[in-house]
């Protein structure tokens, strides 16, 4: 096996038992070796995240285990993008907004999932909490994702997702993003209701569907 | 629960700041799900020993008690405590079915510990900012289990008991009616407040319902 399998075959377990430092020193040891960055993230960071994320929906790993890893891939991938621009172009896969809807102050649950959607490869938009339809709106009219991502914690709260899906209509946006939820209170009956499409029930299922739909879309 | 521990009499408030409990990082291990303490990978481990000390040091505890009479109890779920307090839950129902008093409980950690969480949070600091969050609601667990232990020894002498709690948002109690159960409390100022989503601010902050029932 070429050495530098070896350091990209290490790097991802690094990454996968969530350790920043020996993470970071071994991207250096690939760039050095003559790794592309491109390589770095999709022999290595990605498949990292992608373990992360089937150990966390077998329950081998729990919520600190998972932030841990990601803390790794986004310190890698601090000292590896850079590099992107002088070797071939890594082009994400597609682009993510996420948001928790308004009124409601949970961080926790959209934080991994932007982390999870970073980690599957895509570019992400990260509006914060007690986020308003307009606002969404102008991110969406701004960014253009392909995927607009909302969160809520709170049996009151949740029903602003329709909101922010009504206001996407009117806006005449709704058929350009697919729109996924998720949070404690609702699920995949509510999503049909409010005309969403798609409930994520944890952080890499939505991942993982972020990534099938961009993948099939753009087929 | 507190250096003055006498209770509220029927139909009045009483208000105090309990002592800060002393989080064990096991504890916020435990309610991030690991039973097995052991395979707790080591930096881990360290980060919640960290947020485990800094946690109490910023717990400002404060709880607010009122007893008073429950005026009906409709099994179909309509609830009347006090004057003239209305809810609307068949588990409260069930609660409070045999009990003639209950206890509303409104307890708060302050505002430092989840402006804390939440710094961590805004920093990128996810893995600490999780377990400070999770260390607050060991904390606020630590602090009901001392109350509720608290009212059972006090019921005992009477010969009653305490049912365990249960707050807007459980069960089938609409989280709506946070509002309507604060104001049990009447004009006693509160170290709580309710926003529009019924969320109640300082966000750690927990409410509640116990009813006094005959000890079997």
């Known amino acids: 096996m070429p050495v530098t399998d070896l350091i990209l075959k290490d790097l991802k377990q690094r990454v996968i038992d969530g350790e920043p430092e020996p993470a970071v020193a071994l991207a250096r040891e690939a760039l050095a070796a003559g790794c592309i960055p491109d390589v770095i993230f999709k022999e290595a960071l990605f498949p990292a995240m992608d373990e992360v994320g089937r150990r966390m929906q077998c329950h081998e790993y729990f919520l600190p285990e998972v932030l841990m890893a990601a803390r790794s891939m986004q310190a890698c991938a601090a000292v590896v993008r850079p590099l992107l621009l002088k070797g071939p172009a890594l082009k994400p896969i597609g682009t993510a907004l996420a948001c928790t809807v308004a009124g409601d102050l949970h961080d926790i649950g959209r934080s991994l999932v932007c982390l999870m959607l970073e980690g599957a490869g895509f570019s992400v938009i990260d509006l914060g909490n007690d986020c308003q339809p307009e606002r969404i709106v102008a991110a969406v009219r701004e960014h253009q994702p392909d995927i607009v991502a909302l969160s809520a914690m709170l049996t009151t709260t949740m029903l602003n997702m329709k909101r922010v899906i009504e206001a996407l209509k009117a806006a005449d946006l709704r058929d350009r993003v697919h729109v996924m939820i998720g949070g404690a209170p609702v699920d995949d009956k509510f999503a049909q209701e409010i005309g969403a499409d798609f409930y994520g029930d944890d952080a890499p299922g939505g991942s993982n569907h972020a990534r099938d739909y961009v993948t099939s879309a753009k087929a | ?216």
Not at chain 2, 1 to 23: E, Y
Not at chain 2, 56 to 82: F, K, M, N
Not at chain 2, 134 to 157: G, K, P, Y
């Open chain 2, 1 to 216: 629960v507190s250096a003055d521990r006498a209770l509220p009499l029927p139909g009045t408030v009483r208000r105090w700041a309990p002592i800060a409990p002393v989080v064990p990082a096991d504890l916020i291990l435990r309610l991030q799900k690991y039973r097995d303490l052991a395979r707790v990978p080591r930096a881990i481990r360290l980060i919640a020993d960290a947020v485990a000390s800094e946690a109490s040091r910023l717990l400002a505890p404060e709880a607010v008690l009122w007893r008073g009479p429950v005026t009906e109890v409709d099994p179909a779920g309509a609830i009347s405590i006090g004057d003239a307090h209305h809810f609307h839950s068949r588990a409260l129902a069930r609660l409070l079915a045999t009990a003639a008093e209950a206890y509303v409980v409104v307890l708060t950690l302050g505002e430092g510990i989840d402006e804390r969480a939440r710094s961590m949070l805004r920093e990128q600091l996810l893995v600490e900012g999780l377990l400070m969050d999770t260390a607050a609601w060991a904390a606020i667990e630590l602090l009901l289990r001392d109350v509720r232990r608290f009212l059972l020894d006090q019921e005992r002498v009477g010969g009653r008991s305490v049912t365990h709690r249960l707050g807007p948002g459980h069960r089938d109690w609409p989280v709506t009616e946070q509002a309507a159960l604060l104001r049990v409390f009447g004009e006693v100022p509160l170290p709580v407040s309710v926003n529009e989503s019924a969320c109640m601010l300082p966000r750690k902050s927990v409410s509640g319902v116990y009813g006094i029932v005959p000890a079997s």
